[in-house]
Structure formats: C-alpha cells, structure tokens
C-alpha cells in the first residue's frame, strides 16, 4: 500500500494521529477520500463498505444532504452565538428533541463537543450534586474493568484498558474498579448471558470498604462498546441499579456508543430496563457529521445544582466554548427528523437477528475464539499472533484492502454498521470477513 511519490511524505509528517500508529501509516497510508450512504471511498475511487458505522457514529449512512444543508444554512445565518450568557433556539430546541428519546425523567441535557466531554462533565454534574445536598465528601468515583470512557483526564481516570491509562500517572485518587463481566463461560453468546450478575456485588463491596455515604457515582457502559462488545449478563444492570439506590450512589450510564438505537431501542437504558440518573452521548447524536456530546441529567439533579445556586449567578461552574454550537445543534436537529422519519431505531432492532446470525456463522473459521453481539454490535475475537493485538491490526489492514473498513480493539475486530444496513450489506460484511479470515 506504500506510496512512491516523496513530496506526499513530506507533507503527511506534520498531522500527529491520534490513536493510531503514525510511521506505520505514514508509510503505508490507508486513505478515505469520500463517502456516501454505506460507503467510504479510497482516493482511487475504491468502495469500502463501512462496517463500523465510521467509529459507531454514521447510524443514518453517509453524507446525508438533509444535514449538510441544514448546517450549511445555519453557518450562512447565526455561525456562532456564545453559549455563556447567550443562546440560539436550537439549543433549546435539541435539548427538547433528545429528552424525547431519553428514558422519561432524564429530560434536561447539558451539551459538549464530544464523549470524552460528556464524561468529565457527567463526573462534575455527580460531585456537584452532592455538594449542593450537603455530601461532598462523595468523592469516590466507581467504574469497571475494560471500560472505554474517552481520553480526558477524568474518563482516563475510569478507564479500564491498561493501554489507555498506563502512560499517564495514577489518575484520579479515588476510582476503583469493578471486574469486567468477560467470563469464560460466555464465550460466543448471542446478547445477554445468563452467567455474571453476580459480578454487580463488587460495587457492594466498595460500600463495605469506603463507605456507601462516600461513593459519588458509578459509571458502566451498559454494553461495553470500545473493548469489544461486552453485553450485560441478564440482572446485572438492576443489580447495580438496587446498590445505588440503597447508598444514593448515581448511576451514569455511558451511551456514547450504546445511545441512539445502537442496541435496538432509543438506549441502552431502555434495551435493558434499567433507569441511571444520568446517560453521556455523542456520536450517532450528528450522525458523526459534527462534533457534538450530551449529558442527559434527571430533571431533580438539574433541580438540586440550579435552586442551590444564587438568584442571578451562575449555578454550575462547567462548560465549553463550543457548547451547543449552531452547526452541530443544526446537524442533530436533522438527524432527529431522520432518526423520526426513517424509524432508525425500529430498523436497528428489526435488522440485529438478521445481523446476528451473519456474525455468529463465522463461529466456524479456525482463527476466530469468541464472537459477542448486541443489538446492532458484535465483535469478532481473533487467536492472538505471538503479541496481543497484532493479527488483530493486520486483519482491519487486510480488511480495508479487502474493501472493507472496520475498527480493532487488539485481537477483537468491532462490527457497527449503520442503520440503515440492507441484508446486502450485512451478507457483504460477512462475507468479506470470511474471506478475510479464513485466510489468517
Ligand atoms: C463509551 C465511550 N465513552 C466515551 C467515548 C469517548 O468519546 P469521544 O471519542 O467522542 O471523546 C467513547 C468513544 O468511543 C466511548 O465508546
């Protein structure tokens, strides 16, 4: 895949890639030049068909000229209003849509630029809250083993993937982790398990040792999404709902991936009947087409921080530059007229058997160790190659030159597609992973 010509070496050194090996790439560049609907396409005009829905963002298929032109139109009208002090009706307007898909009650949203945003301003929501109610000493935070949160100094705090965190110091004093939910005996189930509930009473152990009354949040992927498609195991969620409950811990779901029909309902909160106090979003919220991520808090956490604040002074101490920013508010207004008027949400849950089925048929190839799916997510474990994650790295390398284009977390390839995916796309997808496969 290398390219001949010097000058173009030149000019790739100055962008530094995140997450991403940058003189690997560099030498030998694999490069999208556009896309439209289930498509990317190489600067040669090759189609590679995107089954990782871009990074769990592109729900709707790509380029939809709905959101184009809305945010075309927004930039030729109000391009940018200071979301301190000021606002723009689209705002307002957004956070009144999205409480529309949220779990009833978790009806006011506070907006970032991204999931890791939304995370850091989810823990400060948390801490504020308390605070206001007379308990700041909740300070500790609780998360999982394997957990993805983003890459700010708080979600790297949660995280539970050595990779994301062993760089970086201890973090923040305080984070304690649960045990991911990968038992061996659940290697290739389809959705949820039915071994591992049992797992939720390590957090009632961190009562024990630290105290309840100390405990701020608990934060979980509802599915663990990044590290490659955990489902919950069947009672786990509402085992973790009661502990919190009973030692007034929130409970903050992370649907950056999980939220907007990627598990078959609205969120993963309603795909497994289970209520947090508050949900982190970002990604499909735009369709990917801007930058944009949401907290959704309950209504009496909002309550609690603004009434404890002063009559005309600010009440929470947070927020962005780009907050609420017009031409993301203009992207996600259009994607919820798309997600109203296509049923995106319905097509994910009709289209994830088919799916499903699609996947776990690959159950066969020797190279494969584990598949897990949920709604329209699922992974595919390859045999590790002499160092963890390398044959998963060179299978998305074969893969995009096989014409298809999918995300790795090490040894486990992340299959997302948009919504929007006919059985075509799906048979496509599997058939290029076969083909890909069987050959490792
Ligand atoms: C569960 C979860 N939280 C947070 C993030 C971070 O989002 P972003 O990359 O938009 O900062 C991600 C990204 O994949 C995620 O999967």
Request: hydrophobic share 40%; charged share 20%.
């Amino acid at each position: 895949m290398g390219h001949a010509d010097p000058q173009l070496d030149v000019q790739m050194q100055p962008f530094w890639m995140p997450f991403s090996p940058n003189k690997e790439f560099k030498n030998e560049p694999r490069m999208f030049a556009r896309a439209q609907g289930m498509y990317f396409y190489t600067p040669d005009d090759r189609p590679v068909i995107d089954a990782s829905a871009g990074l769990f963002c592109v729900a709707a298929g790509h380029c939809r000229p709905e959101i184009s032109e809305a945010v075309y139109r927004q930039l030729q009208t109000l391009d940018y209003t200071p979301p301190f002090l000021r606002g723009h009706p689209k705002a307002f307007e957004l956070a009144e849509r999205i409480s529309e898909y949220t779990p009833a009650g978790l009806n006011r949203v506070f907006f970032t630029n991204s999931g890791s945003e939304s995370i850091d301003t989810a823990m400060k929501i948390a801490l504020m809250y308390h605070r206001v109610r007379g308990e700041s000493q909740r300070q500790i935070f609780v998360s999982r083993e394997r957990a993805y949160h983003g890459v700010n100094m708080g979600g790297v705090a949660l995280s539970g993937l050595v990779n994301n965190r062993r760089a970086f110091g201890v973090g923040l004093p305080g984070v304690y982790h649960m045990r991911h939910t990968a038992l061996p005996g659940n290697k290739f189930v389809r959705g949820q398990p039915e071994k591992g509930a049992e797992l939720a009473e390590d957090l009632l152990r961190f009562v024990t040792t630290y105290g309840g009354e100390n405990i701020a949040a608990v934060f979980v992927e509802p599915a663990a999404g990044s590290f490659g498609c955990l489902p919950p195991p069947k009672g786990y969620l509402n085992r973790l709902r009661e502990i919190c409950d009973a030692h007034g811990i929130l409970l903050v779901f992370d649907e950056v991936i999980t939220g907007w029909g990627r598990m078959g309902e609205n969120f993963g909160a309603q795909a497994f009947g289970v209520t947090p106090d508050l949900i982190t979003m970002a990604k499909a919220l735009t369709n990917g087409a801007q930058p944009m991520g949401a907290v959704a808090a309950k209504q009496g956490i909002y309550d609690a921080i603004t009434n404890a604040g002063p009559e005309r002074g600010v009440e929470f101490f947070h927020g962005y530059t780009y907050s609420a920013h017009p031409a993301a508010c203009a992207a996600g207004l259009a994607m919820m007229d798309i997600f109203a008027k296509e049923r995106l949400v319905d097509r994910a849950r009709e289209s994830s058997p088919y799916f499903a089925d699609a996947i776990h048929a690959l159950q066969d190839l020797p190279v494969v160790t584990d598949i897990r799916s949920i709604g329209m997510m699922a992974a595919v474990d390859v045999a590790v190659d002499r160092t963890p994650g390398a044959r998963g790295h060179e299978m998305q390398k074969r893969l995009y030159d096989a014409g298809l284009h999918l995300k790795n977390t090490g040894d486990a390839l992340l299959v997302a597609p948009p919504f929007i995916a006919e059985k075509a796309h799906i048979d496509e997808i599997a058939g290029k992973l076969r083909e890909v496969l069987a050959k490792a």
